[in-house]
């Protein structure tokens, strides 16, 4: 009896001690960080009003609601940046994440890529972000530094070259056929329907075949294990869309729930390491060359290429455990923000009739009037892509618009970023954050802000409409831009190539909405606003009538 007597004793000290400690830990760092904000806001940098308790996560409240149900935590950001007049300002959403240094103009941000550390450095607090995500502690190319980025990023490199690039294009388009079909039948039904889940199944296939090898074949009958486990993992992370709900994330039973399923992922992704592994082996001992342009496959080639692996017959374990984690990363980073871009393509080119007349034109010019050939001639002549000018300029300007992410550096002592009115900004213990949506409709950037206009992408220096170098930054700029980039933009010329001249998509937003009387002047008076989940999102998963739009009948 004394025994378990003096052991209970003993664990209740233990629990206690460990309690005291937490606490003690939460309020230093609380008291430090606003402690920081107070200086900040004494020496006259731009500060919102600040909560001793609460920090901003009151201001960000209040500016959220005076937004639209739902909207993106960056036009919260962007609301707060008005209010202050400020190209940038100091951000404290304790404990939600670190404090940041919101910026709203491209120039800082330019300061920010360019500077010699911190071009190069991601914040520490994104890790913890990804880690439901990659696994391993959130360690990814997204979010990994120095020596140990440098070496993992050159291992999936060779994907992304051009030349291969273009071989991925026939499973693309093969993809992006299924969806046509599928979009074909939907013309039939007269009823509202919500476009991006079919751009979601879409991608998910097209990330599917060009990053694992794998048919996953959620356009057509249903998921397959792989895809299944991976969007039940983004489905836990991100069922909050609050900033505040955020909170949410701590709830004890969520982490569990995410750290089972997280193993039940990396089981299915080991097990395709290993069968293409195994493909691999087959192919080498055949004596046929192993030719696939899929990442996994490129990935795996190579390793057992290097003059040290050419004996094994199997990947090893940490090379395994890398592995997995960069491929649910690309797994998110390939699917969810492309199609997000998607649909915000099928809503602004749609929505102005003169930009779509003129991509139509531009796909008639480029790839023929025969709609019919067109994949055909895609794959045969992948460099047509880059003929295709208006086009690109409209997916630029739909981005700009509606950019499906943000950047993120560690600031530095060195680094202090200088506002055009002089101010100083120093950067030292404070994640600067570029806030895609306030830089990309900065009116002292860009002429007529609100405005679609793809033209912007193509006028000269002479023209007021020139954007200056640096403004447009949708995959971010320097050491640490997006990766993917190439490859977003040819699926997404190829996808405009096959649908464009086919259909017609027509929001109805008002419709489904009638009900919700909301104010959308601060999200630009765009319908389809950008929400919280996952990359940004249209609202609403884009409810559309999509029709046969006559063009291509007409035209052939
Ligand atoms: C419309 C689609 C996409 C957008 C808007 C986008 C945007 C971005 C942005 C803004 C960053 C930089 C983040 C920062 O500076 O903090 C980034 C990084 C990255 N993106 Fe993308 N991305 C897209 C699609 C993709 C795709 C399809 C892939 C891969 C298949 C990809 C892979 C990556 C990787 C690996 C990084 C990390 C790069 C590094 O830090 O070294 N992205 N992306
Ligand atoms: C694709 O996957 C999602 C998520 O698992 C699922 O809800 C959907 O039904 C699947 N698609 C088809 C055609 O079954
Ligand atoms: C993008 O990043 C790569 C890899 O670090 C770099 O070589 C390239 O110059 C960067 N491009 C731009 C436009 O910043």
Known sequence: MGTVWLLMQASLGFALAVAVVRVFTFVSELWQIRSYMRRLQKSGKPVPPHSLVMGHLLQAKAASEELPPGAHSAYVTNRLATKLNAEAYYFDPWPVA??????????????????????????????????????????????????????????????????????????????MLIFRDILRQKTQQKDIMLLEPL???????????????????????????????MLRQLGLKFTENDVVQSLGNLNPLRSLEIWYNGRVLNQKIRAQIKRRAAAFQATKRSGDHFSSSAMLDRVLANYFSEPGHLHLTSVDEKFLTMLCAQLRMFFFAGYDSTSSTMISLCYLIWK???????????HDEVLG???????????????????LHYTTAAIKESMRLLPAAAGARCGCKDLVLKGSDGMEYPTEGISVQMNHVAIMRNPATWPRPLEFLPKRFLVGPEHELYPPKGAWRIFELGVRNCT??????????????????????????????SEQKV?????????????ESGSAHPRGKFPCRVSLSGYTSASS
């Not at 920010?112 to 994104?126: D, F, I, Q, R, Y």
């Not at 001639?377 to 003929?387: G, H, Y």
């Not at 980039?485 to 109805?508: G, H, P, S, T, Y």
């Open 369 to 387: 009037r025969n709609t019919e050939a067109c994949p055909g001639k895609i794959v045969e002549n992948p460099s047509i892509l880059n003929s």
């Open 98 to 175: 670190d404090p940041l240094l919101v910026v709203t103009d491209y120039r800082l941000a330019s300061q920010a890529t360019n500077h010699e550390w911190t071009g190069s450095v991601k914040p520490p607090m994104l890790s913890r972000w990804f880690a439901p995500i990659s696994g391993r502690g959130g360690v990814n190319l997204f979010t990994q530094n120095g020596a140990e980025w440098r070496r993992e990023h050159e291992i999936f490199l060779p994907f992304f070259n051009n030349a291969n690039l273009d071989a991925t294009l026939p499973a693309v388009i093969g993809e």
């Open 484 to 513: 993917g980039q190439a490859f977003v933009m040819k699926e997404l010329r190829v996808f405009l190539a096959l649908v464009a001249r086919e259909f017609d998509f027509k929001e109805c937003y008002d419709e489904v909405y």
């Open 352 to 362: 102005h009739p003169e930009v779509l007349a003129k991509v139509r034109a531009e």
């Open 519 to 531: 104010d959308l002047t601060h999200v630009f008076n765009e319908k389809a606003f950008l929400t």
């Open 199 to 229: 751009t979601l199944n879409l991608m998910n296939d097209v990330i599917g075949r060009v990053i694992f090898n794998a048919e996953l074949k959620n356009q057509t009958s249903g998921s397959h294990p792989l895809s299944k486990a």
